[in-house]
């Protein structure tokens, strides 16, 4: 939890302070006065008694208590420094610039690590180090610009970097996107943007609280604390969008180099946002667009008029909403040629609506109130204006304000003359408008904003699992595969349907049980983990002859120790699987089994413990979904039954966290069963 003096101090030290702005010390100072921090301010300086008119000290011993320091030294002081605030200074909140920690070396590891202990001896919260600050409503204690402005119901935004909350924020302000509160953690020694999250989910008010956050994460370090507090404020109303940068190999590695952050699986990231309902960007103008969409009031259909005076970015706002499922109806009808007679001759009102180069802000406010009260069908309004650069349009952007307002269907302004229209932007930005300079991105992205459904945090629902075999099994084990007695005794013992199966090592056995299973069957080897791959599988045996010459062929790969006999079984092939993914937890996967699972790559995710709910909508968002439903008569599957095996494997993996992989390839499904043909489990015991 931060603390409160943090937050909100009555007292702030810098330390490195410096008339010479083009310093972090220096900068900070000034940007405290200029906005305006209203407590007792006091600056460290050996060299100097005064600084930009505030009272120096030469020492950090000889200033008096203090609620919060802000830290602009060589990280080689900063530990003394640290010791004197917390054991004779009272000070409780600490933002520390200086880099040369954990980014850097073990030996600033080590020196990060006892700072931090310093500071949780005396219950204090920790910003840093090697980050920009901290910007709230009651100070704004970063060392760089610019300051955006400061609006209860702006974006609060996380940033585990401090350069890209700079580029963030100065790409935000051209947009009119305002900031509630901008955290900056830099090398995460203390508080991470988890903590943070937290703090906002404990800490959140209906009324004065921000709906709407925003994060740049490089390393995730404690996912079910990220989920945990993310769906709780999303149950309560809020809307989260995130960056989490180290996607690939090579993106991870230089993530580490920068803040000293661990790679993390990019589909356990995927699966956590998924789950938390959070709405993933990969790019600093799609995360701004996100977030401005949600400062607009929120869309309720899909049916949206596009109104323009020009006809290019029109054709392609309306080409990137119905890629994505979104829809620009025609308009027809009297009331639609009732408008067309208000416009100029050659206008077109069918949707998107364009009234030309020369339209006036009088027919822009026409066709908003055609919109608004007369076209029933439309659920929104996008308009792009700018203008070819003849005269002013500050009347226009007059109309579009004042129609924002007004309107109860959303209003979503493009404006993508950033030379010609710039004054006009700036002033209509001044009015508390945000605006999308991009049509495309913002047709993308509003796509994407509808796709996030609430989740509700899931609870294990484990009451009829047989836990007592299940943890037999697992403590009995050795680290590796598991023999395939042991993985039918786990799936069984998890209620998991599974074919009968008989493993043999020698031809008097398989000559004696196989007919017990009925003829035609299948013949696996057991040893090698992929049996396909060396022709360890033969299938429909009809008889005993077939059995024996079967039994010598697989009974030759190299590494064969034994036979598995299971009756043939007919049904589209299903894939269920389940992966340890370091600290999240399990991945849950699904979807077509066999050799599609690899050539198609049609799998869906998600982090256990996995609900009902969620496994059907993981089987119903397959691309392959329409054959799982049955197609050109063949027999569909039992969606129902697929979603139950999904949960079931996740109360397994949740009983059981010693299982690093499992998967069931293929079960066999249909409209009346699905059954496990084929299972390979391996543990991982710490």
């Not at 697989?554 to 699987?577: N, R, Y």
């Amino acid at each position: 939890m931060l603390h409160p003096k943090l937050l909100n101090p009555n007292s702030i030290v810098v330390i490195g302070a410096s008339n010479t702005i083009q310093t972090p010390g220096g900068r900070v100072l000034k940007n405290l006065i200029d906005h305006n921090f209203k407590g007792n301010l006091i600056a460290v300086n050996p060299k100097e008694t005064e600084v930009q008119g505030v009272k120096c000290y030469q020492n950090v011993s000889e200033i008096p208590n203090v609620d919060v320091a802000i830290i602009a030294i060589a990280a080689k002081f900063t530990l003394e420094t640290v010791k004197i605030l917390t054991q004779q200074k009272n000070t409780k909140g600490f933002i520390i610039f200086s880099a040369g920690f954990s980014e850097k070396d073990e030996e600033g590891k080590k020196l990060e690590q006892e700072i931090v202990n310093e500071i949780n001896a005396v219950g204090g919260s920790l910003l840093g180090p090697n980050n920009i600050g901290l910007i709230n409503q009651n100070y704004a204690g970063v060392f760089t610009t610019p300051i955006p402005k400061l609006n209860l119901k702006g974006v609060d935004f996380i940033s585990g970097s401090g350069a890209t909350a700079v580029f963030i924020m100065e790409a935000a302000m051209s947009t009119g996107l305002t900031f509630s509160s901008v955290y900056s953690v830099g090398n995460s020694a203390q508080i991470g943007v988890e903590d943070v999250l937290e703090h906002f989910d404990e800490t959140y008010n209906s009324e004065t609280s921000s709906n709407v956050k925003l994060l740049y994460i490089e390393s995730i370090d404690n996912p079910q604390k990220l989920l945990k507090h993310a769906t709780s404020l999303i149950q309560k109303g809020c809307k989260i969008a995130a960056i989490k940068a180290g996607s690939s190999d090579e993106g991870s590695r230089a993530a580490s180099s920068h803040t000293g952050a661990l790679a993390n699986s990019d589909v356990a990231v995927d699966a956590l946002f998924k789950k938390a309902g959070i709405i993933r960007c990969y790019g600093r103008n799609e995360l701004i667009t996100v977030a401005s969409i949600f400062m607009h009031p929120e869309l309720t259909g899909k049916n949206i008029a596009v109104i323009t005076h020009a006809g290019g970015p029109a054709v392609m706002l309306t080409d990137a909403l119905s890629k994505n499922g979104l829809n620009v109806p025609e308009i027809t009808g009297k009331e639609s040629e009732e408008l067309l007679t208000k416009l100029y001759a050659g206008s077109s009102v069918s949707n998107p609506i364009d009234f030309l180069a020369t339209g006036n802000a009088e027919q822009l406010e026409t066709i908003i109130d055609y919109c608004e009260h007369q076209f029933s069908e439309i659920d929104a309004m996008v308009v792009i204006f700018g203008s070819p650069g003849l005269f002013e349009v500050f009347d226009v952007y007059d109309v579009l304000h004042k129609k924002m307002r007004e309107c109860k269907k959303p209003i979503f302004p493009v404006l993508p003359s950033v030379v010609n229209v710039k004054n006009e932007i700036e002033y209509f930005i001044s009015k508390g408008n945000i605006n999308f300079p991009d049509e495309v991105l913002f047709g993308n992205v509003l796509a994407k904003t509808l796709q996030i459904k609430k989740q509700k945090l899931v609870k294990n629902t484990i009451s009829t699992i047989d836990l007592k075999t299940i943890r037999t099994l697992i403590d009995t084990a050795e680290n590796g595969y598991l023999h395939p007695e042991q993985v039918k005794g786990l799936l069984v013992a998890a209620q998991i349907p599974i074919v009968n199966e008989i493993v043999c090592s020698s031809k008097k056995m398989c000559l004696l049980e196989a007919p017990k299973l009925g003829f035609p069957v299948v013949m696996k080897v057991v040893g090698p983990v992929h049996k396909s791959d060396v022709g360890g599988i033969i299938l429909n045996i009809t008889s005993e002859e077939k059995l024996v010459e079967s039994f010598h062929k697989i009974m030759k790969i190299e590494g064969a120790t034994s036979v598995l006999i299971q009756p043939m079984k007919k049904g589209i092939e299903l894939f269920i699987g389940a992966k340890k993914e370091g600290n999240f937890g399990h991945l849950v996967l699904c979807g077509l089994g066999g050799i599609y699972i690899e050539v198609l790559k049609d799998v869906n995710t998600s982090l256990a413990p996995v609900s009902k709910n969620e496994a059907i909508h993981m089987i119903q968002n397959l691309k392959s979904y329409k054959i799982l439903q049955g197609i050109r008569n063949q027999e569909g599957v039992n969606e129902d039954l697929f979603a139950e095996i999904i949960t079931k494997i996740s109360n397994l993996v949740t009983v059981a966290p010693e299982i690093a992989e499992l998967d069931l390839n293929p079960l066999l499904g249909n409209s009346k069963e699905i059954i496990a043909v084929d299972a390979r489990i391996r543990i991982e015991k710490y």
